[in-house]
Structures are given as C-alpha cells and as structure tokens.
C-alpha cells in the first residue's frame, strides 16, 4: 500500500471522529474536565492526575495516552499502517476536548493562581489542600478490596512520598543535554500520577530553574531535548501505568491514594503556604483557612458527579 492509501486510511478514521465528535453531547463536560486538570497543573503539590481520577476518567486517559505511545512506536518502525490503525484508534472525541480544555485553562489561569500563590499563600494552600483531601476520600470509595495488603501498600507510599516532597535540590548548575532529557521524562512521569506535581519535582531535582532560563532564552535545542525526553518518559511510563491498572487494578490505586496523602505535606498552609515544605503549627488565619479547606473537601464531592455516562469506558486497542 502507498502513501496516498495511508492517506486515504487516516482521513476516513479521522472524518469519522470528527463526525462522532459534532453530535457528541459528552463534549462540554470534557472540556471542563480538561480546563479543570490544566488549572490543576498550576499548582505545586497538585497534578492533573488527582483531577482525572475523581473525575473518573483517570484510566481511560492513561488508556488512550498509552494507545498514542503504541502509534508512535510503530512510527518509528516504520510502520505506515499500524501507525495509521493504532493513531485513528484513540478516543479523539474524549481527548481532543480534553487537551484543548487543559491548554485553556493554562492560558487563562496561569496569572490568577500565580498572583493568589504570591499575595494569599496560606488560604490558598487551605484550599488546595481541602481538594486533595476531598479527593483521597473519593479515591478511596472506588477500591473493592481494602484489605491489610492495600493499607500497606498505600501507607507506605504515603511514607515514601511524604519524605520525597520535603526534599529540595540545589540547582544544577550547567546541565548537559542528557539532564534536560531525563528532567522532561521525570516531569511527565509525576504530572500524570495523582498528588504529584511535574514543576515540583523539577524544583527537587535542581532543574526547574535551569528550564525557565532555556524558555525565557529561547534555546530551541535544549527545550527540543527536553520534549524528546517528555515524549519518551510519557511512552514508557504510560505503558506501565496502563498495564498496572489492567492486572493489579486496586493494588495501583491505593498506591495513587498512597501518593495523594503525600503530597498533602506540600499543600499545609503554616507557614508558608506552598512555597515551603516545612511544616508548622496552625497561628494565624486559623479560622478562614480551616473554612476553605471544608468548602473545598465537600466541593471535589460534588465535582465527583460531573462524570458523562461513557466515563468508565477504557480505550482497548491490540497493538501488539
């Protein structure tokens, strides 16, 4: 088969979606699903991830993000109609307004949870830390077996994460290339895991600063590199994740709860809100940040129920 019937195989697939897409009344609440998860990503101690599995929709995304790492593999075989077959078999009309409701919510959020982060760390973080625990608790709720093993493996990631977090790296001065790559792939990694955020742990690490400087001086080179590594990190990890939830499916979950309960270390306000892991003792603004934080815990419960009917549907695609 030539180009031109490749061509011709990816058009019909995609003019298929895109007509599935036209009438799919699903479509307005994946867009707000995605600008929830990109306001989500904002947020040091918060990732997309945690938005999407209270959402529901946390395994049909890794799903179809493992589908699109198995489209590009075969890519880079060579493989003109398995990529086509594998590329056109991911759920464009989930994640197409999934992705543009994420980059929605980046544009139009950055500066106001920025300027709140700066002039209102500690309600702020109330808040934040009152979604994070809402969304424990309905994590919770979707484990069938809470049996002494899954309390094990969640307490002890719990742990692990806890002492994570309150690690902070010096900046790397002078990274070579192959550090900008595992940066991107390590960034990646944690912003599609539930409680753990990417630009966090390029600040543990050392590299998120000299990141900024490689954005702000335009080294198309370096950040090339770094987006090589995102892709790459992305492929492999999602493949994992996906097979881990097919085949160990509670177990996984309660190590995603396990991270969540973590990353809570980020998100207490006292001091300093998010801008420090030290933790201390409620004294000030006591009363406001607790009533955020009680608003925020019962809002994830209501945000639990914006789920369209097709939610727990998982993209299964052979790409073997």
Request: one cysteine or more.
């Amino acid at each position: 088969m030539g180009c031109r019937e490749y061509f011709a195989l990816a058009r019909t697939g995609w003019q298929g979606q895109l007509a599935s897409a036209a009438v799919n009344r699903d479509t307005p609440i994946h867009l707000l699903h995605g600008f929830l998860m990109g306001a989500a990503d904002i947020i040091p101690g918060v990732s997309g991830g945690t938005v999407a599995l209270v959402l529901g929709i946390y395994e049909r995304l890794v799903a179809n993000v493992r589908t699109g790492a198995a489209s590009l593999a075969r890519l880079a075989k060579a493989d003109l109609r398995g990529f086509w077959n594998t590329f056109a078999a991911i759920e464009w009309v989930f994640l197409g307004p999934l992705v543009i409701g994420i980059g929605v919510a980046v544009i139009a959020m950055a500066a106001p949870i920025t300027w709140l982060l700066e002039h209102h760390p500690r309600p702020t973080a109330g808040v934040f830390f009152g979604l994070i625990a809402g969304s424990i608790m309905v994590a919770w709720h979707l484990l069938t077996e809470r049996d002494m093993f899954r309390g094990v493996v969640m307490v002890a990631t719990a742990a692990i994460a806890f002492f994570i977090l309150g690690l902070r790296g010096g900046e790397v001065a002078d990274p070579s290339l192959l550090a900008f790559f595992a940066a991107g792939a390590l960034a990646i990694c944690a912003m599609i895991l539930p409680g753990v955020s990417g630009s966090f742990i390029l600040l543990m690490v050392g590299m998120y600063q000299p990141l900024l400087e490689s954005v702000h001086e335009r080294s198309a080179g370096t950040l090339l590199v770094f987006i090589v590594g995102a892709i790459a990190g992305l492929a492999l990890f999602s493949t994992l994740l996906n097979w881990l939830l097919d085949h160990h499916h509670d177990t996984m979950l309660a190590g995603l709860i396990g991270l969540m309960i973590g990353s809570l270390r980020v998100l207490w306000p006292w001091p300093d809100g998010t801008e420090s892991t030290v933790l201390g003792r409620p004294d000030a603004q006591v009363p406001l940040i607790v009533s955020l934080a009680v608003v925020s815990y019962l809002a994830v419960f209501a945000l639990s129920r914006l789920r369209p009917g097709e939610t727990s549907m998982r993209a299964d695609v052979k790409t073997g």
